[in-house]
């Protein structure tokens, strides 16, 4: 999110930000409190009614569900079921950036080009939410919390990358993210063959 607005506003702070969290489980949650420890002016909502003390606790304002996808905001970070974003209501967002930790957050590919149409910065999924596989590596490998913060911080450099590349190639964040992606396998499959021969 960090990097989203570091290429959006030229600045990562997110102090003062507005950002919807739609969905506020396991991982929602963790995210609403850590923005709203960053200063961050949080909408939030899920369809469990039972979440609303949780919004109360860390200052957010509420969201109904039905209006949670559409909700003004400088970020839009859906974190809950994939599609989020789909044909009904890609026209109606009312944010800046895209960036949740939802997977699969477009029912179709062809979304990415329609958010970059309208000027709506999409972090890739993939790259956005790969923090969750980085803990998992960390727990197979039992590796110290500086070096899992450490590859986590990677993911905002990644993604600036990926926006890099965009802009350059005048695709959008997706097209560039799968480029980037087919490049290191075909990088890492031929490092691999390179082993066996």
Do not use: Q
Request: hydrophobic share 45%; proline share 2%; glycine share 8%.
């Amino acid at each position: 999110m960090r990097a989203s607005c570091e290429h959006r506003h030229g600045s990562d702070d997110l102090n003062g930000r507005v950002v919807a969290v739609v969905g506020l489980g396991h991982v929602g949650l963790a995210l609403a409190e850590r923005l709203a420890a960053a200063g961050v002016e949080l909408r939030v909502s899920d369809i469990d009614e039972s979440r609303r003390d949780s919004a109360e606790r860390i200052g957010a304002r509420w969201v109904d569900p039905a209006d949670a996808m559409t909700v003004e905001c400088d970020v839009l970070a859906p974190c809950a079921l994939g599609e989020a974003i789909d044909e009904d209501n890609v026209d109606d967002l009312r944010c800046e950036i895209v960036c949740g930790s939802a997977n699969n957050l477009l029912a179709s590919n062809s979304l990415a080009e329609r958010l970059a149409n309208r000027d709506i910065l999409y972090a890739p999924d993939f790259i956005a939410n790969a923090g969750g596989l980085i803990n998992v590596y960390g727990e197979l490998h039992d590796l110290e919390r500086d070096r899992l913060d450490e590859l986590v911080e990677g993911i905002g450099d990644a993604l600036t990358r990926v926006f890099e590349l965009a802009a350059a190639r005048s695709v959008s964040p997706l097209d560039a993210a799968r480029a980037v992606a087919l490049e290191r396998l075909g990088a890492a499959s031929e490092e691999a063959y390179a082993g066996v021969v």
